[in-house]
């Protein structure tokens, strides 16, 4: 297998709908070491043949199964790093700024201006989610123009962070029809609290710590990505 094999391959994998480089090192990596024990039984094959007799064990779907099972593998990674970072803010020292935050909401929204500060609270949640949402896509397309390449886990950082806040913020309508039922009763009053605290804070990690650390989780999950 030459230097030039590899390249068409990953040229190939690019063909065929696969455009991160995670993913395409994975893939050419197994049709490589295939294609090798083909040639090993049938030498006279050309490149070519061998490489389309490997893709066709792939099945109907080509690399779409493969692509879709390592999508979900690594959104659960990413996940796990928000749950992480999200668990730290409810221990020591933390938890004392998370239940600041809380004790905030709770007495805003029990005030005879409650109202007001609902609406202000989603409107700056609102503000905060779409301005960090195109900063973080355009330093993702600006990291991709300097590098050339698409790393998963890197577009998961920059391009689908605070993905919850924005799921939040689509609910505006429902949530502003409710708005009188969440402020009017004591124990929706703490349940609401609570879940802004609770966006607040996954909007704060995804939007800005988790991106901060996009080097060290990149470098850790892709020996490769700093040669």
Not at 132 to 147: A, G, T, V
Not at 191 to 199: E, H, I, K
């Given at each position: 297998m030459t230097k030039e094999h590899i390249q068409e391959l990953y040229a190939f994998t690019r063909n065929h709908y696969v455009y991160h480089y995670d993913l395409q090192t994975e893939l050419v990596d197994h049709l490589a070491n295939d294609i090798e024990t083909i040639w090993q039984e049938q030498p006279n094959l050309s490149f070519e043949d061998v490489r389309d007799q490997s893709f066709k064990k792939f099945g109907v779907f080509g690399f779409m199964d493969v692509v879709e099972q390592r999508q979900k593998a690594m959104n659960k990674r990413y996940y796990n790093y928000l749950l992480s970072e999200l668990k730290q803010w409810f221990s020591i020292p933390k938890i004392v700024i998370t239940l600041t935050m809380f004790l905030?909401?709770?007495?805003?929204?029990?005030?005879?201006?409650?109202?007001?500060?609902?609406?202000?609270?989603?409107?700056?949640?609102?503000?905060?989610?779409?301005?960090?949402?195109?900063?973080?896509?355009?330093?993702?397309?600006?990291?991709?123009?300097?590098?050339?390449?698409?790393?998963?886990?890197?577009?998961?950082?920059?391009?689908?962070?605070?993905?919850?806040?924005?799921?939040?913020?689509?609910?505006?309508?429902?949530?502003?029809?409710?708005?009188?039922?969440?402020?009017?009763?004591?124990?929706?009053?703490?349940?609401?609290?609570?879940?802004?605290?609770?966006?607040?804070?996954?909007?704060?990690?995804?939007?800005?710590?988790?991106?901060?650390?996009?080097?060290?989780?990149?470098?850790?999950?892709?020996?490769?990505?700093?040669?």
């Open positions: 905030m909401f709770y007495t805003a929204f029990t005030s005879r201006f409650a109202q007001y500060f609902f609406f202000i609270t989603f409107g700056v949640l609102a503000i905060w989610t779409l301005y960090k949402s195109i900063q973080l896509n355009r330093e993702f397309r600006r990291r991709s123009e300097l590098s050339n390449k698409k790393w998963l886990l890197e577009e998961l950082i920059f391009k689908q962070a605070g993905s919850v806040g924005i799921v939040f913020l689509s609910q505006f309508y429902n949530i502003f029809t409710w708005s009188d039922v969440f402020i009017s009763n004591s124990k929706l009053v703490v349940l609401t609290a609570a879940v802004f605290t609770l966006f607040y804070l996954i909007n704060y990690i995804s939007f800005k710590l988790i991106p901060e650390k996009a080097e060290t989780l990149l470098n850790t999950t892709y020996p490769e990505y700093s040669m």
